[in-house]
């Protein structure tokens, strides 16, 4: 279950340009504007906008696609379908080198206000708890690359590097084993 994202004020829709031909979705979307109408959201945003992936990611090459479409079904929900990617730069846990890794989420999430309605959705969407009729994009954005990255990102084929420190450690260690007292004692 996916935690709220939400605030909420139709009138804060906002536009940046951090880069020609860069086009940067609203922060904020009034789930009651899909009433009457569908909406949909492709461009791209940036990175910078998004803080926990920050802490988590070292770069973000190409900012992050964004094709979100938001209509009402049959039954009166809000389901938000498209996709999101963005290839973003980490660490290698094996090289220590830096990895750049492909995101590519699949979105198809639908709109409820509370865990009993969330609880009697088809398998295909996930839950998107939204209880004060507003969605945070950006959050979401974020929310749908955080489930894609990798707890363990390595290069397809690289090699561990060498840490002499670590064997002149392991040198020092065996020199200290506690064993080695007791063989002492025992002579
Ligand atoms: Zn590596």
């Known amino acids: ?45 940036d990175y910078r906008l998004c803080e926990r992936l920050l802490k988590l990611v070292s770069d973000c090459r190409g900012g992050i696609s964004v094709d979100l479409e938001f209509n009402r079904d049959g039954q009166g929900r809000v389901l938000v379908t498209g996709a999101v990617a963005a290839s973003v730069v980490t660490i290698c846990q094996r090289c220590l080198e830096p990895v750049t890794v492909r995101l590519d989420s699949k979105v198809s999430l639908c709109m409820v206000a509370t865990v009993a309605q969330a609880n009697q959705l088809p398998d295909f969407f996930e839950p998107l708890v939204v209880d004060d009729e507003q969605v945070n994009i950006i959050d979401l954005v974020e929310d749908e690359l955080l489930l894609e990255l990798p707890s363990v990102a390595m290069h397809d084929s690289c090699e561990p590097p060498v840490m002499q420190g670590n064997i002149d450690g392991l040198a020092s260690i065996r020199q200290e084993n506690p064993f080695a007292v007791l063989r002492k004692l025992r002579v």
């Open 1 to 45: 279950m996916r935690p709220a994202n939400i605030y909420f004020d139709a009138t804060r829709i906002h536009r940046y340009d951090f880069a020609p031909m860069s086009v940067v979705p609203p922060k904020f979307i009034a789930v009651r504007r899909f009433t009457d109408f569908a909406h949909s959201i492709q461009g791209e945003l």
